[in-house]
């Protein structure tokens, strides 16, 4: 059925009893009608095409509005899937990654921090710390307190240390500037155990 373009309910019987359509009205006095009589039967003919008309176009709203809602429902029914496939993929994303990464989930309980003896990382490390300065976490991991128990002997800022130079002789440096800054690892390069190790020693410090 085409699609009707104009709401029925807007039109207006016309006048078939004025001038303009007389033409129509004459057929049916020829055939012994009345003028009367001509008008009322071309007046019930439009207005009975007139009511089917409303009804079809009543039908046609009904069905746009139904296209309409089941196009909200099916677009709402992908939106729906979309999720719960992405939801599918990001947990299968964290299994794997659970399974490379078992120490990222290990689970922190929520209590103080332990009560134990507390470490000495380097002198370096602590005078910084000391002054409210960033702290590399290298410190605290069981590689940098080794490297601090190694050179407990030349904490103190002021103390001298013996350097090889590239010649094959040697001289004193202030033992500050002796550390390699090579041997520092960066936060952001920091495995995650020697992170589980140093972030609670770093607290402890604090």
């Given at each position: 059925?085409?699609?009707?373009?104009?709401?029925?309910?807007?039109?207006?019987?016309?006048?078939?009893?004025?001038?303009?359509?007389?033409?129509?009205?004459?057929?049916?006095?020829?055939?012994?009608?009345?003028?009367?009589?001509?008008?009322?039967?071309?007046?019930?003919?439009?207005?009975?095409?007139?009511?089917?008309?409303?009804?079809?176009w009543q039908a046609q709203l009904d069905e746009d509005v139904a296209a309409a809602e089941?196009?909200?429902h099916l677009a709402a029914e992908a939106e729906a899937q979309r999720k719960e496939a992405?939801?599918?993929?990001?947990?299968?994303?964290?299994?794997?990654?659970?399974?490379?990464?078992?120490?990222?989930?290990?689970?922190?309980?929520?209590?103080?921090?332990?009560?134990?003896?507390?470490?000495?990382?380097?002198?370096?490390?602590?005078?910084?710390?000391?002054?409210?300065?960033?702290?590399?976490?290298?410190?605290?991991?069981?590689?940098?307190?080794?490297?601090?128990?190694?050179?407990?002997?030349?904490?103190?800022?002021?103390?001298?240390?013996?350097?090889?130079?590239?010649?094959?002789?040697?001289?004193?440096?202030?033992?500050?500037?002796?550390?390699?800054?090579?041997?520092?690892?960066?936060?952001?390069?920091?495995?995650?155990?020697?992170?589980?190790?140093?972030?609670?020693?770093?607290?402890?410090?604090?």
């Amino acid at each position: 059925m085409a699609r009707i373009l104009l709401d029925p309910n807007t039109l207006e019987c016309p006048d078939y009893a004025s001038e303009a359509y007389a033409a129509i009205r004459q057929p049916f006095i020829a055939g012994a009608m009345t003028d009367e009589q001509a008008v009322a039967l071309l007046v019930n003919s439009w207005t009975f095409g007139n009511n089917a008309d409303k009804a079809a176009w009543q039908a046609q709203l009904d069905e746009d509005v139904a296209a309409a809602e089941e196009r909200v429902h099916l677009a709402a029914e992908a939106e729906a899937q979309r999720k719960e496939a992405a939801q599918l993929d990001a947990e299968q994303v964290q299994k794997e990654d659970m399974k490379k990464n078992r120490g990222k989930y290990v689970a922190i309980p929520l209590c103080p921090p332990p009560k134990r003896e507390h470490v000495l990382p380097a002198g370096y490390a602590t005078r910084k710390m000391d002054k409210g300065l960033y702290v590399e976490l290298h410190y605290y991991t069981d590689r940098g307190l080794d490297e601090a128990r190694a050179t407990v002997g030349i904490a103190d800022s002021e103390a001298m240390a013996m350097r090889q130079n590239e010649d094959g002789t040697t001289s004193w440096i202030p033992a500050g500037s002796a550390r390699d800054a090579k041997t520092i690892v960066e936060d952001k390069d920091l495995r995650w155990e020697q992170l589980l190790e140093a972030i609670p020693r770093a607290i402890v410090a604090m």
